[in-house]
């Protein structure tokens, strides 16, 4: 399995993004964060950049929300060409935005905000083969 070396988180609340930090430091995985604000910025980011290992989605953007981002991931084919794998965040717990994330081929798992460590840990084992200390 992949080691978890690089995630980006793509979620518009400053101060989520910060916790989510945080809370990535307290596990002491040692992986690079990138963060965007907007979905388009993180579509740019993945043209130029190579891919990352996770992303993190926060469904409820401005402009373009992650389902949109989804439909577009998956129309430049990224879902077929690369090994990233992207669970769904939100402050939504309604079974249907559960139901609907699933149907997206790379979207593994669908966490209610705010991530935790032991999210992060489950994620980790899970997905890249690594038992955490926490």
Not at 50 to 63: A, H, T, Y
Not at 117 to 127: A, F, N, S, T
């Amino acid at each position: 399995m992949a080691k978890l070396n690089n995630v980006l988180v793509i979620d518009d609340d400053d101060e989520y993004n910060f916790l989510t930090e945080d809370t990535f430091m307290d596990t002491e995985l040692e992986c690079n964060l990138v963060f965007k604000e907007m979905a388009q910025e993180a579509l740019d980011y993945l043209e130029e950049n190579s891919f990352p290992d996770l992303i993190l989605l926060d469904i409820n953007m401005p402009v373009m929300n992650g389902w949109e981002f989804l439909e577009e991931y998956q129309e430049r084919n990224y879902h077929t060409k690369h090994d990233t794998l992207i669970v769904m965040i939100s402050s939504s717990c309604y079974h249907e935005d559960r139901v609907k994330a699933k149907s997206y081929p790379k979207v593994v798992e669908y966490i209610e905000k705010p991530i935790s460590c032991d999210d992060i840990h489950e994620l980790h084992e899970k997905y890249f083969g690594a038992t955490t200390e926490g």
